[in-house]
């Protein structure tokens, strides 16, 4: 690329994009800015430093943005006057430092060059009202497009969950129903078997206290070491947990019998281990299934416990169980339903819970309480849902702007800023409601007030 000459003002005064601008103005720039010659190749790539802003006097261009290593075209022009390269260089410090798309010269071309400086300066002094009207546009796009990339998102999320759940729901029903046929065939493969012992009531409770169990353990250990049975250190546990002792082993018999048993019994609790985890995987499917529905329903009457116990449910664990070291304790009073969208609520309280965990995992010990509250307006206009945390509370700083945009306390990639935007959105313009935060440490409750009747919320 070669710089030619000047730009004469009687051609700058033909390009579109300076029609209206003084002699003086024209001058200007004529001084400032240089014709280059580009030779077919690269103009620039997204992502150097933005140093010129560029408007094409003859030639053809081809702008392009890079999407997982490959650049796309997304424009061929030859239309003479189209701009290219730093054009946001008018938001000043606020301006990318990079170009945001790349220039490819497909043909020779000319083009009138600029310094970006010189034209962010001139474009804030001579148009201010629209370098403002500009600036607002830009950010109330970006925030746009946020908002819609997560929304798509998130129902690309619900397709692939609903997707995911239907497929792995009938090898885990299937899976229940072989493990039920094991515990029916072992039952009756005992009774075939001649000389198969018969379970003996147990003499004791099985001992909680970690020390009685293991005294209990030993003594069995003993009586199964003078039998020979093999593997004692394996099946003395099981044993136990079965509330069996020493009295039982020893009318049982001999060891055969006795080691026949103890591994009928260590069967037996692998089948109801294995029972309870697939019962626990198809809850998980359930809830995974009714969640990725939600978004697809319109406005309706809900119960907002329902909602609340789905996104507990996803978030890894039922009310009263542990969430990774935090623990879920939920208190639900009798409440009526309210009108709203099922999907959108469902994020609301999603957003509020996975915060709320985040703030226990950043506490003392990583690890604490979240209650979830559903109570009834004393009024008796609306229903009132608070997810109260006893993690450090949110920063004083932060507490009057939790609800803008872009604000987080988390670490850098590890959160938007928008869930709680999101979340007032949906409350407060979606639903007319309230939200509402109290923080202090040991002590955040968020605080959600949903109209009974809408039309008076």
Same mark, same amino acid.
């Given at each position: 690329?070669?710089?030619?000459?000047?730009?004469?003002?009687?051609?700058?005064?033909?390009?579109?994009?300076?029609?209206?601008?003084?002699?003086?103005?024209?001058?200007?720039?004529?001084?400032?800015?240089?014709?280059?010659?580009?030779?077919?190749?690269?103009?620039?790539?997204?992502?150097?430093?933005?140093?010129?802003?560029?408007?094409?006097?003859?030639?053809?261009?081809?702008?392009?943005?890079?999407?997982?290593?490959?650049?796309?075209?997304?424009?061929?022009?030859?239309?003479?006057?189209?701009?290219?390269?730093?054009?946001?260089?008018?938001?000043?410090?606020?301006?990318?430092?990079?170009?945001?798309?790349?220039?490819?010269?497909?043909?020779?071309?000319?083009?009138?060059?600029?310094?970006?400086?010189?034209?962010?300066?001139?474009?804030?002094?001579?148009?201010?009202?629209?370098?403002?009207?500009?600036? !607002?546009?830009?950010?109330?796009?970006?925030?746009?497009?946020?908002?819609?990339?997560?929304?798509?998102?998130?129902?690309?999320? #619900?397709?692939?969950?609903?997707?995911?759940?239907?497929?792995?729901?009938?090898?885990?029903?299937?899976?229940?129903?072989?493990?039920?046929?094991?515990?029916?065939?072992?039952?009756?493969?005992?009774?075939?078997?001649?000389?198969?012992?018969?379970?003996?009531?147990?003499?004791?409770?099985?001992?909680?206290?970690?020390?009685?169990?293991?005294?209990?353990?030993?003594?069995?250990?003993?009586?199964?070491?003078?039998? #020979?049975?093999?593997?004692? +250190?394996?099946?003395?546990?099981?044993?136990?947990?079965?509330?069996?002792?020493?009295?039982?082993?020893?009318?049982?018999?001999?060891?055969?019998?006795?080691?026949?048993?103890?591994?009928?019994?260590?069967?037996?609790?692998?089948?109801?281990?294995?029972?309870?985890?697939?019962?626990?995987?198809?809850?998980?499917?359930?809830?995974?299934?009714?969640?990725?529905?939600?978004?697809?329903? +319109?406005?309706?009457?809900?119960?907002?416990?329902?909602?609340?116990?789905?996104?507990?449910?996803?978030?890894?664990?039922?009310?009263?169980?542990?969430?990774?070291?935090?623990?879920?304790?939920?208190?639900?009073?009798?409440?009526?339903?309210?009108? !709203?969208?099922?999907?959108?609520?469902?994020?609301?309280?999603?957003?509020?819970?996975?915060?709320?965990?985040?703030?226990?995992?950043? !506490?003392?010990?990583?690890?604490?309480?979240?209650?979830?509250?559903?109570?009834?307006?004393?009024?008796?206009?609306?229903?009132?849902?608070?997810?109260?945390?006893?993690?450090?509370?949110?920063?004083?700083?932060?507490?009057?702007?939790?609800?803008?945009?872009?604000?987080?306390?988390?670490?850098?990639?590890?959160?938007? #800023?928008?869930?709680?935007?999101?979340?007032?959105?949906?409350?407060?313009?979606?639903?007319?409601?309230?939200?509402?935060?109290?923080?202090?440490?040991?002590?955040?409750?968020?605080?959600?007030?949903?109209?009974?009747?809408?039309?008076?919320?």
């Amino acid at each position: 690329m070669s710089t030619a000459a000047k730009l004469p003002v009687e051609e700058l005064r033909t390009l579109f994009l300076f029609e209206g601008l003084s002699e003086e103005q024209l001058h200007l720039l004529s001084t400032a800015g240089d014709v280059v010659e580009a030779a077919p190749g690269w103009l620039y790539r997204e992502g150097e430093e933005a140093t010129c802003f560029y408007v094409l006097l003859s030639g053809t261009l081809a702008l392009s943005h890079r999407s997982g290593g490959d650049d796309l075209e997304i424009s061929r022009t030859r239309q003479r006057g189209v701009y290219c390269g730093a054009w946001e260089a008018y938001l000043g410090d606020a301006a990318p430092e990079g170009y945001s798309s790349s220039a490819r010269v497909l043909e020779p071309a000319r083009l009138f060059a600029l310094p970006a400086a010189e034209f962010g300066r001139v474009v804030r002094e001579w148009f201010p009202m629209a370098v403002h009207l500009l600036e !607002g546009l830009r950010v109330g796009l970006a925030e746009a497009q946020e908002l819609t990339a997560a929304r798509e998102r998130l129902l690309a999320l #619900g397709s692939l969950t609903a997707g995911l759940t239907h497929e792995l729901g009938n090898p885990a029903a299937a899976l229940a129903r072989t493990l039920e046929q094991l515990q029916g065939g072992l039952a009756a493969l005992d009774r075939a078997v001649p000389g198969a012992p018969a379970l003996p009531a147990p003499r004791a409770a099985t001992p909680l206290d970690p020390l009685r169990r293991a005294e209990a353990e030993d003594v069995l250990l003993d009586v199964l070491d003078e039998l #020979g049975v093999d593997d004692a +250190d394996d099946l003395a546990p099981v044993l136990v947990e079965h509330g069996v002792g020493a009295g039982d082993l020893t009318a049982l018999g001999d060891r055969a019998t006795v080691e026949r048993y103890a591994r009928s019994l260590a069967v037996r609790s692998l089948l109801a281990e294995a029972s309870a985890a697939s019962a626990r995987i198809s809850d998980l499917l359930a809830s995974a299934g009714r969640y990725a529905q939600l978004d697809r329903t +319109d406005n309706r009457w809900v119960d907002v416990r329902e909602l609340l116990d789905a996104a507990i449910a996803m978030l890894g664990a039922g009310a009263g169980r542990a969430v990774g070291r935090a623990r879920v304790v939920t208190d639900y009073a009798e409440v009526p339903q309210v009108l !709203g969208h099922a999907g959108e609520l469902t994020q609301v309280w999603t957003n509020l819970l996975d915060n709320a965990l985040d703030a226990v995992a950043g !506490g003392p010990g990583g690890a604490g309480t979240v209650t979830v509250r559903v109570r009834d307006d004393p009024d008796g206009a609306g229903v009132v849902v608070e997810v109260a945390d006893d993690g450090p509370g949110v920063p004083a700083d932060v507490l009057p702007r939790v609800f803008e945009p872009f604000v987080t306390t988390k670490d850098v990639g590890e959160g938007t #800023g928008l869930g709680l935007d999101i979340a007032w959105r949906v409350v407060v313009h979606r639903h007319h409601g309230r939200l509402g935060v109290t923080s202090g440490p040991g002590d955040t409750v968020f605080r959600v007030w949903l109209p009974t009747n809408p039309q008076e919320g």
